[in-house]
């Protein structure tokens, strides 16, 4: 009895959710265009394809089991894929074939034999401890001349500071209640060291590596479960943009080369 009564308030929630979402996406088609990108899927979709050379030797920094990169582009391009994760687990369950090798190590710690072409990314160091041993390490896996795409959310986004402030083990509660989702691949601890964009600026270039590209988003989806909660935070980061310029950016990738 108790549990088709739990079952029917998490549809409910679901339902309520899913209309407060649509209600936020109607909302945010008001704004100005670039307040309407979504960084990580930009990131996807349009960053790494054009990076990717026949016979390169890729690095996927923190891909896991999910690799940015998939079957498909790797066999049609001739990449040699590698996979650096700190967890062997979530190497161990990537797709089978897709890395080339395989290399658990915490990326603060790792020195490269700069031997990558490319290295990609997406959505890792807002989870170490130490970004500038992270860039220093990426730097090391890169050949001169070589590429590295990151992509990361701001220290200064709203939902990174209650982040920081709220214990991790209620934070994955609210997280994978409010977006089911997100209980197979979110979640992690994040620390957010140095991370926004002028700081990830000063931090490549003490390695080494020059900023070809820095582009900056305005759009997080974490309020969107809520209507009212949304619209005071997409308000507060148009006031926060107007002042702050990129620093007020949600989250942002960025293309280095190393010099």
């Known amino acids: 009895m108790g549990g088709a009564k739990e079952l029917e308030m998490s549809s409910l929630f679901s339902r ?71 967890d062997q687990d979530e190497l161990t369950a990537s797709p089978p ?19 990558a072409d490319l290295v990609v990314c997406q959505a890792l160091l807002e989870h170490v401890r130490d970004s500038q041993a992270a860039i220093t390490a990426i730097a090391s896996i890169l050949k001169p001349g070589g590429t590295a795409l990151i992509f990361l959310p701001s220290r200064n986004a709203v939902f990174a500071r209650i982040n920081l402030l ?7 509660k609210i997280l994978h209640t409010v977006f089911p989702s997100t209980l197979r691949d979110q979640g992690f601890p994040a620390y957010y060291d140095h991370c926004t964009p002028a700081d990830f600026r000063r931090l490549a270039a003490s390695s080494g590596l020059a900023v070809e590209v820095c582009k900056v988003y305005f759009r997080s989806s974490y309020f969107t479960f809520f209507f009212p909660l949304h619209f005071v935070w997409r308000i507060w980061m148009l006031i ?20």
Not at 38 to 66: A, C, M, Q, T
Not at 166 to 172: G, T
Request: hydrophobic share 35%.
């Open 97 to 115: 074939g897709v890395y080339d090798e395989r290399i658990c190590a915490d990326i603060t710690q790792y020195h490269g034999q700069a031997n």
């Open 240 to 259: 926060f943009r107007l002042f702050k310029g990129e620093q007020a950016a949600e989250t942002f990738s960025l293309a280095l080369r190393k010099i």
């Open 16 to 86: 309520f959710a899913q209309g407060q979402q649509n209600l936020s996406k109607s909302f945010d088609r008001l704004l100005p265009i670039d307040c309407q990108v979504d960084g990580n899927r930009d990131f996807l979709d349009h960053w790494i394809e054009p990076h990717l050379k026949y016979g390169s030797v890729v690095y996927d920094v923190g891909g896991g089991k999910n690799p940015v990169i998939g079957l498909g582009a790797k066999h049609r391009l001739g990449l040699r894929l590698i996979g650096l994760d700190v």
């Open 166 to 172: 709220l214990p991790q083990r209620l934070k994955r």
